[in-house]
């Protein structure tokens, strides 16, 4: 089984300003890790992924998350964030065998404040 | 790809009653799933299909909770003798897992159930 912890549940910063968004997970298996986003009222969209390979990986939208498997960690950053991002922002991790099901983490709310 | 769709978008229904949720997920995705989100949580995993054959169900879904994906191609999702525990926003998602398997899973728009 898995489980994913978003240790922030609101994160506040200032446009322009740089964000971190921190994940970790656990899980007896390999896994693959995502990041999606979720804008008021509609469903999810995928950020970026990490299914193998550099553990540094860029997605959409000028987001970059780094996997680090001995910390179990998979947080989320932005250089230089705007107005647009305020969003919640969800990890997820999936089982590579089996299911396959993702694994979600409770979310992030991010606000960006002008 | 024309993406997942949900129908309906929104629903408002009295406690006791039935209602009926479809999702039409990416054509030639082999794989659907169900996901339920509560306000401010992150979405939980209901069932999954592979093809017509429904392969797991959570604990979560009780046995007022069916999902059925005859054809292998749309779904639904039914909830008989609603409560108002059940007012959440139900999320439908798809995936391939041939060659060429990306990994993510695509979501729908998703369907708000308010249960009054």
């Known amino acids: 089984a898995q489980s994913v912890t978003q240790l922030d549940s609101q994160v506040p910063v200032f446009e322009e300003a740089p964000v971190e968004l921190r994940c970790n997970y656990s899980?007896?298996?390999?896994?693959?890790l995502f990041w999606y986003v979720q804008y008021p009222n509609q469903g999810l969209q995928l950020l970026l992924k990490?299914?193998?390979?550099?553990?540094l990986v860029k997605g959409i939208n000028g987001f970059e998350a780094e996997f680090n498997k001995s910390q179990t960690s998979f947080h989320l950053r932005k250089p230089s964030v705007h107005i647009s991002d305020t969003a919640e922002y969800f990890c997820?991790?999936?089982?590579?065998?089996?299911?396959?099901?993702?694994?979600f983490g409770q979310g992030t709310r991010l606000t960006i404040n002008p | 790809d024309t993406g997942v769709s949900q129908n309906p978008r929104h629903k408002i229904t009295k406690r006791g009653q039935n209602v009926t949720f479809r999702c039409d997920p990416i054509?030639?995705?082999?794989?659907l799933y169900w996901y339920r989100q509560t306000l401010g949580q992150g979405p939980e995993f209901l069932t999954y299909f592979q093809n017509e054959a429904q392969l797991e169900k959570s604990r979560l879904l009780s046995d007022r909770f069916s999902a059925e994906r005859p054809k292998g191609s749309f779904s639904t999702l039914e909830i008989q003798r609603t409560e108002q525990g059940d007012s959440a926003m139900y999320l439908c998602?798809?995936?391939?897992?041939?060659?060429?398997?990306?990994?993510?899973?695509?979501f729908g728009e998703g369907s708000r159930l308010t249960v009054l």
């Open positions: 997820a991790v999936m089982g590579i065998q089996g299911a396959q099901k993702l694994v």
């Open positions: 998602a798809s995936r391939r897992t041939d060659r060429v398997n990306t990994g993510e899973l695509f």
């Open positions: 899980s007896s298996v390999s896994v693959y």
């Open positions: 054509s030639e995705h082999n794989r």
């Open positions: 990490y299914l193998s390979g550099s553990t």
